[in-house]
């Protein structure tokens, strides 16, 4: 199972997937809030969503896993 973590601590925006899509490799999953400026969240690897474990308006730490994939 691979997550989608954030490289830096922001807000949550938008998420673009919901549980069941399937993503490719560098598609754009999220866009995350981080020092006034939108850091889109790619996924790293190709796969199908499991589970998001964050919803937009919520704060996101560094490291911080936001979505799974299977």
């Known amino acids: 199972m691979a997550k989608i973590k954030s490289e830096m601590a922001g807000t949550v925006l ?12 560098g598609q754009e999953v999220a866009v995350v809030e981080s020092m006034k400026m939108e850091v889109p969240l790619q ?18 730490n560094e490291g911080e896993a936001l979505i799974e994939l299977a």
């Open 14 to 25: 938008e998420i673009k997937v919901k549980v069941g899509d399937t993503v490719t490799k």
């Open 43 to 60: 996924a790293d690897v190709a796969g199908k969503v499991s589970k998001i474990l964050k919803n937009a308006g919520d704060f996101l």
